[in-house]
């Protein structure tokens, strides 16, 4: 098992490479040039050939790829163009926000997503089945932020049962430490806000979780099916036992492969669903950043948080692919 | 355009005209020759008159478009910013409240300025403290002037406003001296006559920062690296000046909190609130919700489409700023054919329908241009520019000899600005003039920053939207630094348009040092335009803000010069 796990942490290196290469391009390919977005709309060209200069971009690209390239290898990921800060701190203070969305959205997704794709598998054909089906199509097909943008209407300015936006209302005062607000809230001993902050999240990590709700609903369905169908499933329940143990032990145990498989791609999903989600909802996370830097051509900061975004899907398949050896026996890796 | 919508100021020239070698007048009105820049019976962060019965304290939410950039204000060019800093830091000018034409003594109580326009004296309010407890006098003024002097070259990219208004840093500043005669008195010795010198002052990138926190923060210009200039960049000790609020904290990209600074120099003007939470709220959709959650008190600008919706809800008012401090146009590039033909350029003047567009897409808070700037910016008058009237434009286009009437016409894709509320819906609604009378339009857009401005500055549009929103208004700030001026004495490429007796005018007129000569060549300047009509304008807007009916004695200005220690909530 270490074995594989060190082969495949090896393995990401090129792919690595290849995707700081492919984002630099793209990045750079991008019509428009940091300089003027900086400076505004009457700068010199004088003054934007010198910070030009400054940044380095009037040297050719593959210098800049290079130089960028030895940067990285330092852990060195830049520095904003538009306000300086370093990505990696500047990420570090925004990741948390996106975590916590993320993992709420997921926790929702999975804990909702299952237990519909298994009432929808018990009651195939049934209109419990047709009700699940629509309801994961209407999931799938909405865009996350019109949802967003729905459930704020509904929930927040119609009824004024959550709020609309943010992570805490802005009137509380926190002693924010680890900017994982349901933890700094409890840290600071203030269950009012952690119960505000937890209120806060229902909203986005609903309009967040949506869509891979309804994939592992699906997904879920079909797999119990699959399974159900099995001739040991039968054999079991011919020795006549208790249909709860069937379905804990002989179906679901099977069915959760794909099931683990697609929640693990859901996090990619969900990172990059992030990004709607918290603009919408001025949730002051990762995705809300990297919509602003495109904007702005804010190229380190673009390519930064991308490549430390791939890091965590790598990170996150090989968590799923050794979660298989532990859910299936069979499953050994040498 | 992202520099600072500090405020508008109409006379500014009138009082450094009017002050030249005279005595104080009590009076701050500006607007007056009679006027001087002189001791003044209100300060520069002043209230409304208050209601009767005021109430002190709570938290006022304030939601911006965007996220201020620096903690520091020379090193700011955006209006978010200088939103903020406006209630922490103080210049030795400031702009009156709700007014685009008043000036005020701020950290000067007075000034004189010699007959030739060169040297000004600033006389210093006394026993004044920074936010960090250390005194305000004329060394601290000495200090401040001589740093936006001399920002390091590598420094010099963020300090947009020191360079643009000094006309270069070091050796090409326009400043030949700054001089303390004595702890209350600053001496300032220009090489040449400026007369935006004075208005210049009251932006808040000219606020005067605490020199202790100037050097605790590497902003002394030792440190060349901005990203390591602390001062700059939020950390313990930034934005130390004298206002009526003190900076508390900056968290970035979530919110900056502001809290009263009950020590304040002007004890009639202490904030009602205790704290003034600064969110940057991009979407505009989202500050109308958090309006009516009641999760934001104050929304700072919102959509003009926004307002029946606020109107609509009991609980919330909204915010007519007055004056306009801003003009739209339709940009046009002179190398282009046919837009380079006068009588074409006269013809979609006449085609388009002004008063249609502002009542489609700016509720009615706006007015038809007859200028290239707002009527009530210093020096601005009545050009009588072609109106709507489709019959003319075309008899224009007839009487122009052009045949290929093709046009290509861009706007911005994924943008709003308070002079341009719905690019898409304003360029739609102007193409289906435009065609109505002949024209053939080539629709084109682009991403706004930088593609778009990249764009249009390098002279790659032949027609496009585009507007300016003043930092003062004055006519200098739209005809020559918006607008006309030439760039390294040449047209700039933006538009092509080359007329050098409108660029020796407007010179001229900048450095003249008598009210009436600068008058004559301003209004000369704008004769040569109506001549020519290089551009089209169309709109001055005022962008609505809106906010809870609870919030009380805000004060708003089309200049965004708005000071929130007035504001108290009634709950």
Known sequence: MLKYIVRRLLGAIPVLFG?????????????????????????????????????????????????????????????????????LSEFAIRFPATIELTLAALIFAVLVGIPLGRLAARHAQSWIDGGVTVLSLVGISIPVFVLGLVFVHIFAVQLHWLPTQGRLDPRASLDVRTNFMLVDTLLDGRPDLFVDALRHLVLPAIALGSIPLAIIARITRASVLDVTNEDYVRTARAKGLRER??????????????????????????LGGAVLTETVFTWNGVGRWVVDAIGNRDYFVVQGTVLIFALIFLAVNLVVDIGYAFLNPRIRYS | MVRLRIG??????????????????????????????????????????????????????????????????????????????????????????????????????????????????????????????????????????????????????????????????????????????????VEIVLKKAQSNFLIAQTLTVFAISSPTALKAGKADNTEKDVSKVTYAQGGT????????????????????????????????????????????????????????????DLAQTIAPLDIATIKGDTKLQVIDRGESCNTMQLSMNHKYTPIKNVKIRQAIAAAVNRQALIDAFYAGLATPADNWMPLGTQYAK??????????????????????????????????????????????????????????????????????????????????????????????????????????????????????????????????????????????????????????????????????????????????????????????
């Open chain 1, 19 to 87: 995707l700081s290469f492919v984002l630099f391009a793209f990045v750079h390919l991008l019509p428009g040039d940091p300089s003027r977005a900086i400076l505004g709309q009457h700068a010199t060209p004088e003054a934007v050939a010198r910070l030009r200069e400054n940044l380095g971009l009037d040297q050719p690209l593959y210098v800049q790829y290079v130089t960028y390239l030895g940067q990285l290898l330092r852990g060195d990921f830049g520095a904003s163009i538009i306000n300086n800060r370093p990505v």
């Open chain 1, 245 to 270: 143990r069937v379905n804990d032990r002989h179906i679901m145990r099977n069915a959760w492969l794909p099931v683990v498989t697609v929640i693990g791609l859901q996090v990619g999903g969900l």
């Open chain 2, 8 to 185: 508008a100021f109409v006379a500014a020239t009138a009082i450094m005209f009017a002050a030249c070698g005279t005595a104080a007048s009590p009076s701050p009105a500006a607007t007056s020759p009679a006027a001087s820049g002189s001791t003044a019976p209100e300060s520069s962060a002043p209230s409304a008159e208050p209601s009767a019965a005021v109430k002190e304290g709570g938290t006022l939410v304030v939601a911006l478009p965007g996220d201020i950039t620096r903690t520091d204000p020379a090193m700011i060019d955006d209006s978010n910013s200088s939103y903020v800093m406006q209630n922490v830091m103080e210049g030795l000018l400031a702009l009156k409240p709700g007014s685009t034409s008043e000036i005020l003594p701020a950290l000067a109580e007075k000034w004189t300025v010699s007959p030739d326009g060169l040297t000004y004296d600033f006389n210093l309010r006394q026993g004044v403290k920074f936010h960090d407890g250390t005194d305000f006098n004329a060394d601290a003024v000495v200090y401040n002037y001589n740093r936006w002097k001399n920002f390091p070259k590598e420094l010099q990219d963020y300090t947009y406003y020191a360079g643009a208004v000094f006309g270069g840093y070091g050796a090409t500043s326009n400043i030949a001296s700054v001089t303390a005669k004595d702890p209350a008195t």
């Open chain 2, 237 to 296: 000790g930034a934005m130390v000046g004298t206002g009526p609020f003190k900076f508390k904290e900056w968290v970035v990209g979530d919110h900056v909190t502001i809290e009263k600074n009950a020590d304040y120099w002007d004890k009639t003007k202490i904030p009602h609130v205790d704290d003034v939470v600064f969110k940057p709220v991009a979407e505009e959709a989202q500050r109308v919700n958090g309006l009516q959650a009641g999760e934001i």
């Open chain 2, 382 to 571: 009545p050009l009588g520019l072609p109106t709507y009237d489709p019959a003319a434009a075309k008899q224009l286009i007839a009487d122009s000899g052009e045949t290929d009437l093709s046009i290509d016409f861009y706007y911005p894709s994924d943008v709003t600005r308070p002079y341009m509320p719905d690019p898409k819906g304003i360029f739609e609604a102007i193409s289906r003039d435009l065609e109505a009378v002949g024209f053939k339009i080539v629709p084109h857009t682009e991403t706004w920053r930088p593609d778009y401005l990249d764009h249009e500055y390098a002279g790659n549009f032949e027609m496009w939207l585009l507007g300016w929103t003043c930092d003062w208004a004055g006519a200098d700030n739209f005809l020559k630094t918006a607008f006309f001026g030439y760039v390294d004495g040449k047209p700039s490429t933006e538009f092509a348009y080359k007329n050098d007796e409108l660029e020796k005018t407007m010179n001229d007129a900048l450095a003249a040092t008598d009210e009436n000569t600068a008058k004559t060549l301003w209004e000369h300047a704008q004769d040569l335009l109506k001549t020519d009509l290089p551009t089209v304008p169309l709109i001055n807007s005022t962008p609505p803000a809106a906010a809870q009916a609870y919030v009380k004695d805000f004060v708003g200005s089309g200049g965004l010069n708005e000071y929130l220690n007035s504001v108290w909530l009634d709950k």
